[in-house]
């Protein structure tokens, strides 16, 4: 008797269109929001367990407390052996995490290491990049292949940043906007990959 099962693909794609590595590893998933259409390669890590200890009252509208340690966009491109961390910090006396909120279109290389509290859309993070805790990126930033961002530093919009620790080097030219969207880049990857655009 021949079983006619659909072979396993490489990735496990949701009905949102995320495109999530069957070797990716997502910790705490119930903590992990994703806005869709982003793609998780293969040993990308997202730590969804570092979730704030100490509970946040709950609103008044009854509605249960929101306990997303990491919060990533549409049309986000996490590369392969990249590691998304939840920021953490002493407060009230005792060790929390802060969540991590990701904008859309926003590309995180290969072997980055991100501990930011936010990351703005449109936004390109290097190869072996580390960001700092509680670093702030804005909108339209090229961070440039190992920049290590200190902790708490604040990247202004359309910014390039480069070196250990990073610097603000120069500009993103108005004509580089375009370079920043991730939706062709989305559709090279999955289950039935298409070919990048020439």
Known sequence: MSSRRVPRGEYI???????????????????????????????????????????????A??????????????????????????????????????PLRMGDHVYVGPGAVIQAASIGSHVHIGAKVVVGEFAIIKDYVRVLDGAVIPPNMVIPSFSIVAGQPARVIGEVPEGML?????????????NNPQPPPV
Do not use: H, W
Request: hydrophobic residues 35%.
């Open 178 to 190: 375009e370079s920043f969207e991730l939706r062709d880049l989305y559709k090279t990857v999955g």
């Open 61 to 98: 509208s009854g509605a249960p407390p929101n306990n997303t340690a990491v919060s990533i966009g549409r049309y986000c491109f996490l590369s392969k052996g990249c590691c998304l961390r939840p920021p953490g910090r002493p407060y009230k006396g005792a060790f929390t995490y802060m």
């Open 13 to 59: 794609e949701t009905d949102t269109g995320n495109k999530v590595a069957r070797k990716a590893t997502l910790v705490g998933t119930q903590n992990i929001m994703l806005g869709g259409k982003t793609v998780i390669q293969p040993e990308a890590m997202i730590r969804g367990d570092l979730v704030r200890t100490i509970q946040a009252p709950a609103p």
